[in-house]
Structure formats: C-alpha cells, structure tokens
C-alpha cells in the first residue's frame, strides 16, 4: 500500500481486536486497576451523535493510555434503554419499544465499533433487559426496606402532552425538556425517594472527591444548603391563641424586622379561626398566586405585589412593637416554613417590597470601610467618633460637587464630626457652609444608610472607629462667602456631572454613598456591624447570629432547596415498581424470587385517560394474590424514571453476568470507584447527583465500598453546528459521524474532534476543517513508509531531534492528563513537521511518535507499528517517558542589549532564572563596558530571546 487507505486499515485493525479481546479487562486482581467510565447512551432512532464521539475519544485516549502504563483498565459501555422516545414512537406506530430498542442498539454498536473505541464489549449491559433490570427492582426494594422509598401524595410537575408527571430537574423555564410545553400542576400519589435524608452528606462530601469546580458548585446550588434559624412570632389578636415560625438565614438581623410575609400557601390563611378582616381580598389574591410557577414568583427584579392581613399584627420578639402581616408570592410556600421575617434595610426583595408599600425600613447592620492606607493598627487605643459625610448637589444643574484634597491625594464628598450634642443635620449644614463656601441651603436630608469606617490616625496614634451618617445637601444658590486660605487648600471644589462623580471619586466608601444616593437608597445586604439592636450592638454580624437567636428563644436550623425525588411514572417504557397492593397487608415488596418483575405486552401504549400507566388496563397482570396473605391484590403499575437504570449501572460493570447479585463483593472491592468518569455538563443535577445519592445509599447498607462512587468528574463542551447553534434533529443540522468515518476514515474524525478546541469549552463544527487532521494523517502514513526504507546508518541521532521527540512524550502525556487534547495534537503535528524536514529520522524516533499517537489515532498506529516490523498489538507497548536529561539540555541563544543595542549573544540553558542569566550577562565584559558608571533602571528579559539593560 502506497497511500493511506483508511477505510482498510481501520477495518482491519477492528477485526484483530475484536478476535484478540484487545480490550477485555482482565479478571486478576492483583494488577493495579483503572476504571474509566462515559455515560451510556439512549439508544434513539437518530442513532450516534458527533457529541458522543467527542467525549468517548476523550476517555478512550485516556484508557488507552492507562493500559499503557501498565492497568488493568476497565472502559465498559452499554444502553440506558428505558426511556420516552421509544414508547412514544410505540404510541405511534404500535411497534413494540423492545423491537425498536433492539434495532437502535444495533445500529448504535456497529457506529461505535466503527469509531475504534477501546471499549470491553464484555461487559455489555442494557438497562432494559429483564436481567439487569431485575437488579433495578432489588435495589428498589433496599430503599423500600430502609423507609427511603414511600408514597405520597405530591404535586407534581405533569405535562399534558406527554401526560407524565416530570422531575423539577425535567422542568425548563416552566415547560416540559422534552417537548417544551408549558407545565401544570397537579397532585397525584406517587413513589418518592428520600434523597433529602442524604442532603448534608451530598453535600459534604463533595470536598472529598476530584470534580471540576463548576461541577461541584452546580450541585452545592442544587442541594442548597441554608444554616439560619427559626423564629417564632406572636400575633396581637388575643382571641386567636397562635403565632408564626419563621425562617431565616439573619436572626442577627431582628431588631430591623419590621413586617412579617407569608406565602399565599401558608397553612395559616385556611385555619377559620384565624380572623382576618379582608378575608375576600386576600383569597383572590392566593387564587391569583397560584397560577404561577414558583420560578417567575422568586425571578428579582419582578415587580412586588401582596396584600396586607387586615384586623392583626405580629410582635416582633426582639423589640416588642406590633408589626403588620402581609401576604405576597416572593414568598415560596414550600421553602422554610413558607414565612419570613421582613427586613427591608438588609434584603433586597424586602426592600422593594417596602418600598413599593410604604413599609417602614430600619437599618440595624452598618457596613464596615476599612482605610487601606491607613489601616488600623494591633496595639493602638481605639476610639470611637460619630461624623458626617456629604453629596452636595448644585442649585440648579445636575451636578454634584467634588472635593478634591491635594494633601491626601483624596477625591471624595465632603465630611466632618459631629459635635457634642449636635444635630447631625445642623452639623452637615455647618462643615458644607465652612468647607465649601456656599452659605444657602434648600434642603437637607439622610441618605438611608449608616456606615462605619476604621482607620488608623497617625498624628493622634490611634485607632478610629467612625460611626457615618450620610446626608444629601441640595443648595439654594451660589452666594459664597470668603474662606481661610487652609480651607482653600484643603478643598479644591469642582462640579461634576454624575457619570463623571462615580468615575472620579477615588475613596470606595464615598463612592458607595454616592451610588447609594443615586439609586434613592438601596438594601445593605453585606455583612458588617450591628446597630440599633441594644445588647447586640457592636458586634460582628456572623458573631450576632447565635446570641440574637437565643435572645429571642428561636433555634438554630439547616435548611435545604432540595426536594425528595418523585420516582414513579404513569407510563409503560420503564422498571415496572416490585411491590403489590394489599387490602389486608398494605404494601407489599414482591418476593426477591419472584424478581424481576418483568414488562407485560400491551395492546396500546398511550397511558390511561385518568393518566395511569398503561399496565392498569392489563387484568390479567395486576391481579395477583398477595405473596403475604394470598388473598386477592393488585400489583402497583406506575414504573421508575429513565433515571433510574443509570442510578447504579457503573456497579453492574464490575460483574456484569452476576445472576446472585447486582455485583459481587469482590469486583465491586477491586474495581470502585470510579477512576475518572466523563460526562455532559446537562447530567450534572441529575444523572451525577441521583448516582451518587443511591452509592451512598448502598454504601450505608455495606453493599458497596465506597461512599463516593466517582473520585473523578470531568464535563465536555457541546459540539454546535455550523453558525454556531445546537444541533438538533429538528433543524437539519445534526452531523452523522457515518458520513466523515466514511469520506475521512476513523481516526481522522478522532483527531479532528480532539483538535477542534479545548475540551471543556463548545466548540463548532466545521467539516471543511476535517481536511487537516487527515492531511496530517496522510503525512504520517507517507512518513512511515520513508522511516522504514531508510538505512540504519542515515540515520539522525543529533541531539535536537531527539530533544524534540523527549519534549513530545512530555507535553503529550502532560495534556492527555490536563485533557487539553487540542495542544497535544497540535504539538504531534509540529514535531512531525520537524521530522519531515530533517529527512533523517531514526525508526526509534518514529516510533516513539507513533506511540504517542495511538490513543489519538488507534488504527493507523497499528498499522504503522507492524510495518516497522513489530509483531503484537501497540496497544500492548509501554507508553514512552520522556528522557528529563535530553530536554534539559537543549541550549538556546539569546542576544544582550543595553539600551536597544546588541552587544553580546549568550547560551543559556531553559531551567536558567531570569536573574542568574541578568548576572551573567552583566559580568561579560562586551556589555560591562557599556553598562559601566551608568545605573541600570530597568531590565528587559524575554524568555529563550533577549535581555535588554535600559540605562
Ligand atoms: C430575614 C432576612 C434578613 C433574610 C436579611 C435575608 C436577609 P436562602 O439563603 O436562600 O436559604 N426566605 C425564607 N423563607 C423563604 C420563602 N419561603 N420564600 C422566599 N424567601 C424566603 O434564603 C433564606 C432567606 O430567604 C431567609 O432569610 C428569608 O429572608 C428568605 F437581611 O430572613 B431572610
Ligand atoms: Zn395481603
């Protein structure tokens, strides 16, 4: 063969490993193990998607690698099969979805086989076959067992056109992810796993395993994990004996609570008893609230409506001042105890709110500026002062005047102290009147907020502590009286527009004042000191927490966002749940030997009209006697979610054919966790975080190893189409791999989807791009044929070539690691280059090339491999170690300047500092005679080029 025939080669290499088991793990478990894991796909009528690829190249080269170094590598694959696709194709087409899943399976293997994927096809699961999923329903039952699993009534979240109840997780922006209509509410009795109960270790343990920090933080806000406290409230009706729980994330904050807000769900508004005279209002109100989702109630910025509980009054604990009661939707029902505390001064909703109604606002947290000049000192006498800072606004422009203090290098508002037993207003009024000049004022008032600045007075040698109020002083006209020259030099005045201010004002507290002004107020949701709270004055707000919390006989809580996990579908295309419904017993477990509990054949797919599964028109299968009593019953006919397969497939891999477990101690011992498992970025608050609360679930009851099923998690960028938008089915933009395995070969569309940009970011595709990787392909393929009829002795041993080769095996192996797959291709084409250009590259050389692009492009470096002669598979040859002494010892040459002029050149070695090179250029006496009596200002240095000696 003269010319790289892809299509051959890959064909042939497929077959030799498939007939060598190439990739089969092995079952000696005394080899060190790595397990590398990617999401198994659905198996849809569309068949591959260039996404898949681009993630399962990714792992594929790192297991290849792996098996390189020396693992007994486990790269397993199989179907998550259960799903809507196939039983709405059903509904349309009457065929039945095992029939269609069988045929897209097919399709799926044969499109991966021909991908040259590493993957262990021995270990092959379908999560729809009777003998895995048996083991679906085993564990079922353990959660069952262990009270995790229980039915309740739920409102749930029910797309009338697919006629399912969905996940929160299923739900976008209010509609269906999977057809986009706009979701119902509805309640309904339903299957639900108790994820909550594993809440705080969900979270926990999240810092004990190895996930991008996007990952980690995407499920942190999914488990949302509150610390606060409940607060109880009395309400001033003495005829109704009650009062209302709050909960808060600022019991710090109490003495600024100046209205209480209950959801429109709060039990509270049913009780009869509880007397209100505006009954009518209120419950048109709750009617309104609850045809919205809870997602466009929370969204900030949406305009705030509520009305007020009119007849009553709540005692706020900490100041015991009756407080009104509102009701508005900001407030969830099914968040914390569905009521709040109101502190406009410190959150933002409440502040709106307070605003809009004309609520009362108290600030009782001042925040805390600390000088960073002249930061307060360890050691120094605090003191305590009370001041006032100014905006001065002109009398008839829209400008502001801006002080400007040479002496300081200050440009800020205007400030001064408050003498003793003055007014703060009067005492605004008298610095603006002595600071500025200006004598006549319109008006004066606060700017709703206090601060307190720390600062270090050098001249006095103390520390102060300044207590701020902030006060906006319009003036009337522009009559000045004469100030005293310090005053003049003290405060240059000049006026500003308000673009300009907030440019210009170069101290951060006074810039927050002034912004605070502009905006009319503002809620100072940041930490800082307390005030107007009596015995919590002064005190930190973190410190305050608990103290206030006891002050007021509340207690302390967590709280958590996420909810238990609706798990049963009124659908057919799923686990069927194994329990069977007594009138005597209850609810019974189906007898382990009696597993699994397999899916009956149906006439008609689509679930019943009162939106039950299919299976409850089948008598002949839901009646059944009770394994307990053997009186009549029935079996329960809702089944799992697609989500539940996938929930534990990862262990099945271990021991796939197990028939006595879901997998035997042994293998789970030797091979969980998972080493480094690759995923899409969209599985991350459902797939990932399901998987993990049922390991850890598993791991309670001794069945597996260990409490984290993953120690590694990585995500990948989607792949867009061309112009830069999702690829969807809809939009006849999809790219199907079969077509560029067919015009390209294999290996270069693994190459292609490696090298389109970094990993982890989406990337677009673009087919005219192909072209280059297979050029480099091409370029490979010739190259070998040269390397091979070269004679020994032309060869090229020079130390540059081979420092090259050595740089290759460390920056390729160092990428594959850090998964920057772009820059490791990228550096395989440049050192080809090189080899093309020398003309004399030894077979070693080669080789060692080849081996570094074996994960990339398995067949053609099979094939190469055996035209230089070897025998067995490369997949089997140690991946190469980059030589330290022959990278070292590449020497470059730099020039030495002094002022822009070349003076000298310099050998210098890459892991030479920049100042042992500086001190040896300037010793060499070329450039000492010009760098003689002068002073160097400055030192110029650009690595592997040149120094430059400004004088
Ligand atoms: C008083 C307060 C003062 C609050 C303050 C905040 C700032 P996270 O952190 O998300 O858990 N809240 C409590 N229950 C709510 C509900 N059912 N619907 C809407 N908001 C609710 O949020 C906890 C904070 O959100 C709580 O702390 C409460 O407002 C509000 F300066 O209480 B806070
Ligand atoms: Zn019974």
């Known amino acids: 063969m003269n010319q790289y025939e892809p299509a051959e080669i890959e064909k042939k290499w497929q077959d030799k490993w498939q007939k060598t088991k190439a990739f089969e793990a092995s079952v000696d478990f005394s080899k060190p193990k790595y397990y590398a894991l990617v999401e198994f796909p659905y198996p849809s009528g569309d068949g591959l998607h260039v996404g898949h690829v681009r993630g399962y190249t990714a792992m594929d080269i790192i297991a290849r690698k792996r098996r390189a170094e020396g693992f007994n590598v486990l790269y397993p694959m199989g179907w998550d099969a259960f799903g809507l696709p196939a039983e709405n194709y059903a509904i349309k087409t009457g065929t039945a979805p095992s029939i269609t899943t069988k045929e897209n399976i097919e399709v799926y293997k044969k499109q991966i086989i021909s991908l040259g994927l590493s993957f262990d096809w021995s270990r092959e699961i379908n999560t729809t076959d009777p003998e895995y999923y048996k083991w679906t329903q085993w564990l079922f039952l353990q959660f069952l067992k262990h009270d995790l699993a229980y039915k309740a009534k739920a409102v749930i979240n029910w797309c009338p056109k697919d006629r399912i109840g969905l996940a929160n997780e299923e739900v976008v922006a209010g509609c269906c992810e999977r057809c986009g209509t706009a979701v119902e509410k509805r309640e309904k009795e339903q299957w639900m796993l108790a994820i909550t109960k594993y809440a705080d270790k969900l979270d926990k343990d999240l810092d004990t395993v190895d996930y991008l920090p996007q990952i980690k933080l995407q499920q942190k806000n999914w488990i949302g994990k509150s610390e606060g406290a409940e607060i109880s409230f009395q309400f001033s009706v003495l005829s109704f004996q ?21 959801a429109p769900e709060h039990p509270l508004l049913n009780n009869p008893e509880f007397i209100i005279e505006n009954r009518e209002e209120v419950e048109s109100y709750v009617r309104t609230a609850s045809q919205k989702t809870d997602l466009e109630r929370g969204a900030e910025g949406k305009e705030k409506t509520g009305v007020e509980l009119k007849g009553v009054k709540a005692i706020n604990p900490a100041t015991k001042q009756e407080i009104p009661i509102w009701i508005a939707d900001y407030v969830l029902g099914n968040y914390g105890t569905g009521a709040v505390m109101a502190v406009p001064a410190h959150d933002e909703r409440d502040f709106e709110f307070a605003k809009k109604f004309n609520l009362s606002i ?17 050691n120094s006498e605090d003191t305590i002062r009370h001041g006032v800072i100014m905006v001065v606004k002109h009398w008839s422009e829209n400008k502001y005047l801006l002080n400007y203090s040479p002496k300081f290098n200050w440009k800020c508002l205007f400030t001064g102290g408050i003498e003793d037993g003055e007014d703060p207003l009067t005492a605004a009024e008298r610095e603006i009147r002595e600071e500025t000049g200006y004598q006549n004022i319109k008006e004066t008032r606060y700017i709703e907020l206090e601060h307190i600045d720390k600062f ?38 000049s006026w500003l527009t308000e673009a300009e201010m907030k440019k210009t004002i170069s101290l951060p507290n006074h810039l927050y004042i002034y912004e605070t002004y502009l905006k009319n107020g503002q809620a100072m949701t940041e930490e800082g000191v307390c005030m107007n709270s009596k015995s919590l004055d002064g005190l930190g707000s973190t410190e305050a927490k608990k103290q206030a919390t006891v002050l007021v006989g509340g207690k302390t809580v967590t709280r958590f966002k996420l909810r238990d996990w609706v798990f049963s579908r ?22 382990e030997k009696d597993l699994p509990v397999t899916l009956p054949i149906v006439e008609r797919y689509l679930p019943t009209d009162n939106g039950e599964s299919p299976l409850a028109e089948i008598d002949s299968w839901v009646n059944v006697p009770c394994p307990s009593c053997n009186e009549p019953a029935k079996r329960e006919t809702d089944v799992m979610p697609n989500w539940a397969g996938s929930s534990w497939y990862f262990l099945r891999y271990t021991d796939p054919n197990n028939s006595e477990s879901f997998a035997g101690t042994e293998a789970l011992k030797y091979w969980t966790p998972v080493d480094w498992y690759n995923g899409g970025m969209e599985h991350t608050t459902l797939h990932l975080f399901y998987s993990r609360f049922w390991n850890k679930f598993l791991y309670d009851q001794g069945l597996v190893p260990t409490s984290e099923p993953y120690a590694k998690r990585t995500s990948h960028g989607l792949i867009l189409a061309e112009g830069g938008e999702k690829m969807s089915k809809s939009k006849g933009n999809v790219i199907n791999p079969d077509g560029i395995v067919k015009l ?7 190459i292609y989807e490696m090298f389109m940009g970094p990993f982890d970011q989406p990337v677009t595709w673009s087919t005219e791009s192909i072209i280059g990787p297979r050029r480099f392909l091409d370029r490979t393929y010739r190259l070998g044929q040269e390397v091979i009829n070269n004679k020994p002795e032309v060869t090229n041993n020079s130390n540059s070539l081979d420092s090259s080769v050595h740089k290759t095996i460390q920056k390729v192996s160092e990428d594959i690691e850090a998964m920057r797959f772009n820059t490791a291709v990228s550096t395989l084409m440049v050192l080809l280059n090189e080899f093309e250009k020398t003309k004399e590259v030894s077979k070693n050389q080669f080789s060692v090339f080849v081996k570094l692009l074996s994960p990339f492009a398995p067949h053609l470096a099979e094939e190469l491999w055996e035209t230089l002669g070897n025998t067995g598979s490369i997949s089997k040859e140690p991946w190469p170690i980059a030589d330290k002494t022959k990278i070292q010892s590449e020497i470059s040459t730099i020039t030495i300047q002094v002022n822009g002029k070349m003076r000298a050149v310099m050998q210098v070695s890459p892991e030479h500092e920049e100042s042992v090179i500086t001190e040896r250029a300037r010793n060499t006496p070329e450039v000492a005679k010009w760098l003689d009596g002068k002073s160097i200002k400055r030192v110029i240095f650009v690595k592997g080029k040149m120094l430059n000696f400004v004088v």
């Not at 390209?744 to 693994?750: H, K, N, S, V």
């Open 456 to 493: 270090h007075a050098p001249h006095k040698g103390e520390n102060r502590t300044a207590y701020q109020k902030n006060i906006f002083i319009q003036l009337k006209d522009g009559e000045t009286k004469e100030r005293t020259p310090e005053e003049i030099e003290l405060h240059q005045l």
């Open 744 to 750: 390209y070969g294999a290996d270069t569309l693994r």
């Open 570 to 591: 009124q659908r057919y295309w799923g686990e069927p749940i194994p329990v069977i419904h007594c009138e005597m017993c209850g609810i019974v477990p189906v007898p």
């Open 242 to 262: 009650s009062e209302v729980t709050v909960f808060t994330t600022r019991p710090e904050t109490i003495f600024g609570a100046t209205y209480i807000v209950l």
């Open 362 to 378: 108290k600030q009782v947290i001042a925040p805390v500026f600390v000088d960073t000049t002249n930061p307060p000192k360890q």
